[in-house]
């Protein structure tokens, strides 16, 4: 039925080769075309026995020592459609029995009140010992005064975060976040030099980052950005200024001027 619907089509279009091939087959002159039939469907490896990795992908196979970072992969390998918190993979990694085990801490404040305190009594004095050595017109007695200002000026700002709240230093989820990245890059750049093809596909498919549930923090000396629902391109840091740039390429016939203004 299916071959002399398709001579009918064949027929109604003209198309007078593909309806000598349907001839043929309806009479029993040439055989029908078997369906193509999937090939042997390609295998992927990442295991682990002892002390080496086994890794399988596009019909390459490379064993590499095993690594922190790997073990990081295999573990989000083995759930691909869930987000993981790095305490998670970290929690698992140093043998916990779910991946709930580390505990989430707070860090400490950079400067404790009375430090804070400390500091803005001692820049009232150092500020009224700039004003004395400027009345007294005493340059170099006012100049080491404006040294001690501005020291103490800097470290009050960098206990102090955005809107006036008290930095701390690197929470166990902040640290754990920058210690897993790191060992998953280094991990995939140690697999690269054994099994590029493999490295490249999970570095495409790995994100790492930082997020908030109701909350508004940021630090402009990083990008700040989402993907997925959380909207897409980024803000501050050199990331935030690609979208104001544009690349362009000079072709010359001689050389160049110096790209610092000079002739």
């Known amino acids: ?24 087959v309806l009479s029993g002159r040439s055989p029908a075309l078997a369906p193509a039939t999937p ?86 004095e150092v500020q009224e010992d700039i004003d004395d050595a400027t009345a007294m017109n005493d340059s170099t007695r006012r100049e080491l005064a404006e040294r001690d200002r501005d020291y103490l000026i800097a470290e009050l700002r960098s206990a102090v975060g955005l809107g006036g709240r008290a930095r701390t230093t690197g929470a166990s989820a902040e640290r754990a976040r920058t210690a897993v990245t790191r060992s998953i890059r280094y991990a995939l750049d140690r697999l690269g030099e054994h099994h590029p093809v493999a490295a490249t596909h999970l570095g495409q498919r790995i994100r790492t980052g930082t997020y908030g549930i109701n909350m508004y923090m940021l630090d402009i000396s990083s990008p700040f950005g989402g993907f997925k629902k959380s909207g897409i391109g980024r803000e501050f840091d050199e990331e935030g200024l690609a979208e104001y740039t544009e690349l362009q390429t000079v072709v010359s016939a001689g050389s160049l001027p110096a790209m610092d203004g000079r002739k």
Do not use: I
């Not at 390609?42 to 086994?54: I, L, P």
């Open 39 to 124: 090939g042997p469907r390609a295998e992927a490896v990442f295991c682990r026995v002892g002390g080496v990795r086994t890794v399988s992908l596009g019909g390459v196979t490379a064993a590499v020592p095993d690594l922190k970072g790997l073990r990081y992969v295999e573990r989000m390998l083995a759930a691909p459609d869930r987000e993981f918190h790095a305490l998670d993979l970290v929690a698992v990694e140093q043998g916990f029995a779910t991946d709930q085990g580390a505990a989430r801490q707070e860090g400490l404040q950079v400067l404790d009140d009375r430090a804070r305190d400390a500091y803005r009594r001692r820049l009232a």
């Open 1 to 24: 039925m299916e071959w002399q619907a398709a001579r009918n089509a064949f027929a109604a279009f003209g198309a007078s080769a593909a309806v000598a091939r349907c001839d043929e």
